[in-house]
């Protein structure tokens, strides 16, 4: 067998390896995790298993190998800070590992991992040495005595590096390191007895792979019982196992990353002397660039808090530094390529949404550069202040703030001020940023809320008294209606035996057809029925992994425990549904063919009444565009396009190319939808939804809306099947009734009502000029009424005019007319009144000034206004006492000219 060199020929040679040995090989599970609400991010090959280990989950397989993608950016295992400087820390990386639920145990699994690094890596054994727990007589003998290692090459360590657990309580076990030697030359530590048993993070002994043996259940007060199926888990580092294949001490000159900072340089245009000299930018860019590109792969989007803030943050980072030597345009989407062009075969996602992945970054990125030079100057007077007052930490309100205003996120606070030997008080960061959430509205940053446990003890009760063998038998594809029992039922929170007439609560059958919400889709509504009574299903949901829960009401009789009962789906607003969910597939591909590959599902409902689409695209759809596609979907919905589903395993839908949708969380055997001919399908997505037989069976499809979402992605709102249909009849019998009041036909009411509005606009023109002439003759009318006050002319009447487009233009008649004076009109419209105000200059000069008139004049009816020297305009609420006010102008104007 040909020996791997490149990270991508190894990787492939251990899915290899273990598969040749019987081991499934299991698709990484995505980077966001979502089963876990204390972890972000899966950081551990295990974390897809954790349900398996603990027996709470039961798989077709009990060997399996994967190569996980892995973050570790939060709590003890956040390498953040060490990334750059450090030759082999990562915020990602990939997880070589194999798994034994109750197969295998320590004898095959240090084989295996021997024979794969001396014989399928041709590591010369020499270089090995292997750790093993204190008390772990069993490993040391098969490492001694079956393997032929050295005694000098085994060593026993305690607890701290050799035993792992799960947790307080639970399965736990000793481990088994393999280390390689760099040999002395590459010692750092210095001191005479070097050795792993030093555990000083020496850089002459690299940590290849950690074996955990899960050999006993640990009880709350600490005593350990042998489980009677132990299991093997195991995690590799690609990174490493690359960089001692590749005998490159430092990772980053490993191919996984080489080819990254070559783009870097590049696209600087540095001499390799620079890129030496830079060095710690160049591996904060290819690390954090890495790692951007995978997790918008998986969908995540850039946000302010838990996994969007991650992402956010090492982009941010990775900006930073890149300005650092010399960038001074968005050059990470140029990273990402390299990345997704290196892995996109082993993780086909990058080059499905290598669009996406470019367009986010650089998007990102342009965002940022907006304001980090705002930001870094003001930290930069932070710090300055800082030293005047002899003070050496900045104070986590002030971080929080440049967060807050700049976003200038805490890692780059703490970057910068590191580089100048000073501190950031990043526990007081917490709490300024948890106020500010809780101040919004917006809850603590990274709490999450967990539900009891009465649901899980419900199933683990069931399964042990042998009543369901693997949980709820759950099949929503075979039909609307089942016959079963009922094997629980709860009330507030509680297991109870029986639920009587108006009582509301949670029923659990043996087998449901009723589908549990998922992938945007509702959960099925319908009836669970008796002899002895009748319980609505108002919703459906599944609150433990293998135990669904029918929500709802006894509208007649009572349901007891240990019944039987006939479940019905309510199957017209289930084909509603079926109708909606095929269109938003057709809905996704027209969308990304008239808009563009980057356009990504980003959320989405289908419910019987409407179907909702967002979806990832910079700016908003006119009106032509979604008529055409609009008109696109209807052509492939009457074209009765077969819909064919198929269940395959992931790797082998991905590789057929089938599309994978953002956040959700496929099994080992997936179940796919095809659009059209199986051979060459107009769509092909995984899918759990329910769907129509033929895309005739849809209907047709008509628009309801567009707009925006959030920065980058808009919304779609859609009708389909009787949803359109009523749409349609709505709209045909608003046009009747139209039609009907124009007495017109509705082929010709456009032609009526262009007829009608020109005339109104006519009829309109003719009215205005009827008006002003109207006014006009008041205006001459009013003349008469002016008076001398002070030897000033003043004029203040009630007039009739439409609006005060009116009242200025008699204002304007007024200072023609009279020359030199003051007048204001009053009016009322819509029953509120309205003034206005004039002064000629010679008046102002004087003190008069119409903003201040119609101030006062306007607070008489209840009301206020202003504006210039010469014209002002006001408006009141009360009528009544306009001509009052009015009546108080003279005496105003006397006033202003004493």
């Not at 007589?137 to 393997?147: G, M, T, V």
């Not at 002459?204 to 009677?228: H, I, K, S, Y």
């Not at 200038?408 to 970057?415: A, C, G, V």
């Not at 599309?659 to 759990?688: Q, W």
């Amino acid at each position: 067998m040909k020996q791997p060199k490149t990270s991508n020929e190894l990787r492939q040679a251990f899915l290899n390896f273990f598969n040749e040995r019987g081991h499934e090989i299991v698709a990484s599970a995505i980077l966001p995790q979502q089963d876990n609400p204390t972890l972000l991010f899966t950081n551990a090959g295990m974390n897809q298993f954790v349900d398996v280990f603990l027996g709470k989950e039961k798989r077709a397989y009990s060997r399996a190998t994967t190569s996980q993608k892995c973050m570790r950016v939060q709590g003890k295992h956040n390498d953040l800070e060490n990334v750059g400087p450090s030759p082999r820390h990562h915020t990602f990386f990939e997880m070589l590992g194999n798994f034994s639920f109750g197969d295998y145990f320590k004898q095959d699994a240090i084989r295996y991992a021997y024979d794969f690094l001396t014989k399928t890596c041709a590591i010369p054994p020499d270089k090995l040495y292997f750790t093993v727990h204190t008390s772990d007589d069993e490993a040391y003998h098969i490492w001694a005595n079956e393997i032929g290692a050295p005694a000098d090459h085994i060593l026993r360590m305690g607890d701290k590096t050799n035993f792992w657990s799960m947790g307080d309580t639970g399965p736990c076990g000793p481990t088994s390191e393999l280390h390689y030697d760099w040999g002395p030359e590459a010692c750092t530590c210095g001191q005479p007895d070097c050795s792993v048993l030093l555990d000083n993070d020496c850089d002459r002994w690299l940590e290849v792979w950690n074996l955990v043996f899960m050999q006993f259940d640990q009880a709350a007060d600490g005593t350990r019982t042998l489980l009677p199926k132990p299991g093997v888990d195991t995690g590799m580092g690609l990174e490493r196992i690359t960089s001692v294949v590749q005998q490159t001490p430092v990772n980053y000159d490993n191919d996984l990353f080489s080819p990254a900072m070559d783009m870097v340089q590049e696209l600087l245009g540095d001499q390799d002397a620079d890129r030496q000299q830079k060095y710690v930018g160049y591996r904060v860019i290819a690390d954090h660039g890495r790692a951007a590109t995978f997790m918008i792969a998986d969908g995540v989007r850039p946000g302010s808090t838990g996994a969007g803030y991650v992402l956010r943050m090492v982009i941010r980072r990775a900006a930073r530094f890149g300005r650092k030597i010399g960038f001074t345009e968005p050059f990470l989407a140029h990273v990402a390529g390299v990345f997704i062009d290196q892995m996109g075969n082993a993780y086909p996602e990058l080059k499905q949404r290598r669009e996406h992945i470019l367009r986010t970054l650089t998007r990102e990125e342009e965002k940022f550069a907006r304001t980090v030079d705002s930001g870094l100057a003001q930290l930069d007077k932070i710090i300055a202040e800082l030293g005047e007052r002899g003070e050496t930490e900045v104070s986590g309100d002030t971080a929080f703030n440049l967060y807050a205003t700049y976003g200038l996120p805490l890692e780059i606070t703490r970057d910068v001020v590191k580089e100048l030997g000073l501190t950031v008080d990043e526990p007081g960061f917490v709490r300024a940023r948890d106020a500010h959430a809780e101040a919004s509205g917006a809850g603590r940053f990274g709490q999450y809320e967990t539900g009891t446990n009465v649901y899980a003890d419900a199933l683990h009760e069931l399964m042990i008294s042998g009543t369901l063998e693997e949980g709820v038998e759950y099949d929503p594809y075979l039909g609307a209606n089942s016959e079963s029992e009922v094997v629980a039922i709860f009330r507030d929170g509680q297991q109870v035996d029986a639920l009587e007439t108006g009582e509301t609560g949670e029923v659990v059958t043996a087998v449901t057809p009723f589908y549990v919400e998922a992938g945007g889709e509702v959960s099925d509504t319908g009836m669970i029925l008796c002899k002895g009574g009748q319980f609505r299903v108002e919703d459906t949901r599944k609150p433990v992994n293998g135990l669904v829960v029918h929500i709802g009401t006894v509208e007649d009789g009572r349901i007891t425990l240990g019944g039987q009962v006939h479940l019905r789906v309510d199957n017209g607003r289930r084909w509603d549904i079926r109708r909606n969910h095929t269109a938003t597939h057709i809905l996704h591909k027209e969308l990304r063919a008239h808009l563009g590959t980057h356009v990504q599902q980003a959320g989405s409902l289908v419910a019987p009444d409407r179907l909702r689409f967002d979806f990832t695209h910079d700016q908003g759809v006119d009106k032509e565009t979604l008529a055409e596609i609009e008109a696109h979907i209807n052509k492939v919905i009457l074209a009765n396009r077969p819909i064919t589903i198929t269940y395959m395993s992931q790797k082998e839908a991905v590789e057929a190319g089938a599309m994978a949708l953002f956040g959700e969380k496929y099994g080992d055997v997936v179940r796919t939808i095809k659009i059209g001919d199986p051979n060459h399908p107009y769509s092909y997505e995984l899918c759990g939804g329910l769907h129509v037989n033929e895309t005739a069976e849809i209907g047709s499809f008509r628009f309801l809306s567009e707009g925006a979402v959030s920065a980058g992605v808009r919304r779609v709102e859609a009708v389909t099947g009787r949803g359109a249909a009523e749409y349609v009849a709505g709209r045909l019998d608003t046009l009747e009734r139209v039609a009907g009041r124009l007495n017109a036909p509705i082929p010709e009411l456009e032609t009526r009502l262009e007829t009608l509005l020109t005339e109104h606009r006519s009829l309109q023109k003719e009215l205005e000029k009827l008006q002003r002439q109207a006014a006009k003759g008041q205006f001459d009318n009013l003349l008469a009424q002016v008076r001398q006050v002070n030897g000033a002319n003043v004029l203040a009447a009630r007039v009739d005019v439409p609006n005060a487009d009116a009242l200025r233009e008699m204002a304007d008649w007024f200072r023609d007319k009279v020359g030199s004076g003051t007048a204001v009109f009053g009016t009322v419209v819509n029953d509120k009144p309205l003034i206005i105000a004039t002064v000629t200059d010679d008046l102002i000069k004087r003190g008069v000034k119409a903003g201040d008139l119609v101030r006062e004049v306007a607070k008489m009816v209840g009301g206020g206004g202003g504006g210039r020297p010469n014209m002002a305009q006001a408006g009141g609420r009360d009528a009544s006492k306009l001509a009052a006010a009015l009546d108080a102008v003279a005496g105003l104007v006397e006033k202003a000219l004493d």
